[in-house]
Nanobody, 126 residues
Framework: QVQLVESGGGLVQAGGSRRLSCVVSGRTFSTYTMGWFRQAPGKDREFVAAISWSGGSTYYADSVKGRFTISRDNAKNTVYLQMNSLKPEDTAVYYC???????????????????WGQGTQVTVSS
């Protein structure tokens, strides 16, 4: 059973930074495409970023491009989301997700992912 555990959420002021981590159990982490999604109150879950198994390719939502960076450490079974220049509209529960397939256009969509974490709350105060 693959388990994903996010951490790093919390309260941060607008303009500040935060780094989220997601540790994945199991021996096949290095083969997964990994993604981050978020869900704000009253809104649908939306794509934030995704990274290929090697870390060589990444996708970002337009709303976070230039501010957020996704990365991974396959030796530590961990994917990260570095969030800079945070805005109040970034407030959401952030979820990491794992896909057994390759990074491609489908990686923008929730249905592509096979495993999900429980989420971590990020609140950005103005």
């Amino acid at each position: 059973q693959v388990q994903l555990v996010e951490s790093g959420g919390g309260l941060v002021q607008a303009g500040g930074s935060r780094r989220l981590s997601c540790v994945v159990s199991g021996r096949t982490f290095s083969t997964y495409t990994m993604g981050w999604f978020r869900q704000a109150p009253g809104k649908d879950r939306e794509f934030v970023a995704a990274i290929s198994w090697s870390g060589g390719s990444t996708y970002y939502a337009d709303s976070v491009k230039g501010r957020f960076t996704i990365s991974r450490d396959n030796a530590k079974n961990t994917v990260y989301l570095q969030m800079n220049s945070l805005k109040p509209e970034d407030t959401a529960v952030y979820y990491c997700a794992a896909d057994r397939g390759i990074l491609y256009i489908g990686s923008y969509y929730q249905w592509e992912y096979d495993y999900w974490g429980q989420g971590t709350q990020v609140t950005v105060s103005s």
